[in-house]
């Protein structure tokens, strides 16, 4: 079992910038990947970050440049730094993490959410 907690979230203008953070339960080496989804109402969940085991990072298009995941292995925690934040980038963040399984499939984990919002 894998517990993700997510914090970092929060009311901010347009132009400005947040630090998400993801506290794993266990070492993020573990995973395959562990990343960055966003959700607004009535749409998918769809990937913002990600960041594998080996370090490879993998961006959406709508977030290239103005955002960075990272990871702090001492800590089990990934961050996704946000800048240049822009209305559109409202919604719930959820991180996720792929975990390897004997079958050769993933399984998914999934934090609570934490909601960002962003004002005009």
């Known amino acids: 079992q894998v517990q993700l907690v997510e914090s970092g979230g929060g009311l901010v203008q347009a132009g400005g910038s947040l630090r998400l953070s993801c506290a794993a339960s266990?070492?993020?080496?573990?995973?395959?990947?562990i990343g960055w989804y966003r959700q607004t109402p009535g749409k998918q969940r769809e990937l913002v970050a990600s960041?594998?085991?080996?370090?490879?990072?993998n961006y959406a298009d709508s977030v290239k440049g103005r955002c960075t995941i990272s990871r702090d292995n001492a800590k089990n925690t990934v961050y996704l730094q946000m800048n240049s934040l822009r209305p559109e980038d409202t919604a719930v963040y959820y991180c996720?993490?792929?975990?390897?399984?004997?079958?050769?499939?993933?399984?998914?984990?999934w934090g609570q959410g934490t909601q960002v919002t962003v004002s005009s």
């Open positions: 996720n993490a792929k975990i390897p399984l004997a079958s050769g499939r993933e399984y998914d984990y």
């Open positions: 960041i594998s085991s080996g370090g490879n990072t």
């Open positions: 266990r070492s993020t080496f573990s995973f395959n990947v």
